[in-house]
């Protein structure tokens, strides 16, 4: 792969196509289509917790085929070993040596569904995929396909046969959010499209991986003042200085929102990142990384509300 640059404009356009053809699966839904293509530009995942059949999955399917990548799916139980996630090395007779067979994880899109169902052991078997985009076994590692992305998702109404997610795999999520039930009119679009088949069976590929890389590249260099740096800082310190939380956002969860900013910016086709791009993305990648004290879990507060609070309170830079 090549260090091929690409102009912010171009950038905006690969995204803009992408963003187009999912849509034409995912009805209705831009701005959660966006929030992917935001974590997808930032080499980030996304944890989607959300009810059943508002379509993360063909969300994930169809970022997939825009791509032009592999899609792999894995449904998350509780009696799912590490190694039917990462593959396993098995004595081959002929050649008289141990050969590696990939799993699931070696895919461009991970669908992860309803990940909070497997066992702590099992859902740290992801932890060096998506931190290192390897995947050790039996001591030797193997690289993942470039892009890499997981998407999990998980059932927030369910909580018998259910393990919380540690906050050690909470904080490798750039973004939480979710999809939400269609409008009404999008709904009837949606039942009328799927009544002879489905539309995602005839995406094809509108960019390529390495557009995707280029993409990737671009954000990174977009342009971030002293200011908004901030402004970035003192919302992740208002977590940390915050009463009701035991645990605020580590510096993982800064980078994430700097990451993630700089994507949003690229997407709208802008080289500098903007207040409003931190203000817009905050609550998806910071959200998720702060544990509440028992006290205030009982009153209902909740790690979105404290930063829907920051975002009222903190000064805005000009």
Known sequence: ????????????????????????????????????LVAMVARGHVLLEDVPGVGKTMLARSLAA?????????????????????????????????????????????????????????????????????????G????????????????????????????????????RFSLGYPERAEEIQIVREQLEGHPVEELQPVVTSEEVAQVQRTAARCH??????????????????????????????TLALVRSAQALATIDGRDYVGPDDVKSIARAALAHRLITRPEARVSGVTGAAIVEDLLSSVPVPS
């Open 1 to 36: 792969m090549t260090d091929a640059t690409m102009g912010v404009e171009e950038a905006a356009s690969v995204c803009a196509r992408i963003a187009d053809n999912v849509e034409r699966v995912i009805i209705g839904k831009r701005e959660a289509i966006e929030r992917v």
């Open 224 to 253: 971030i003042s002293e200011e908004v740096y901030g402004y970035v800082l003192d919302l992740v310190q208002g977590t940390r200085e915050s009463d009701q939380l035991a645990l605020g956002a580590g510096p993982r969860g």
């Open 66 to 138: 825009s791509i032009g990548g592999s899609f792999r799916r894995i449904q998350f139980t509780p009696d799912l070993l590490p190694t039917d996630v990462t593959g396993v090395s098995i004595y081959d007779q002929k050649q008289a040596e141990f050969v590696f067979r990939p799993g699931p994880i070696f895919a461009s899109i991970v669908l992860a569904d309803e990940i909070n169902r497997a066992s702590p052991r099992t859902q740290s078997s992801l932890l060096e995929a998506m931190e290192e985009r390897q995947v050790t076994v039996d």
């Open 140 to 175: 030797v590692t193997h690289r993942l396909p470039q892009p890499f992305m997981v998407i999990a998702t998980e059932n927030p109404i369910e909580y018998e046969g259910v393990y919380p997610l540690p906050e050690s795999q909470l904080d490798r999520f750039l973004l």
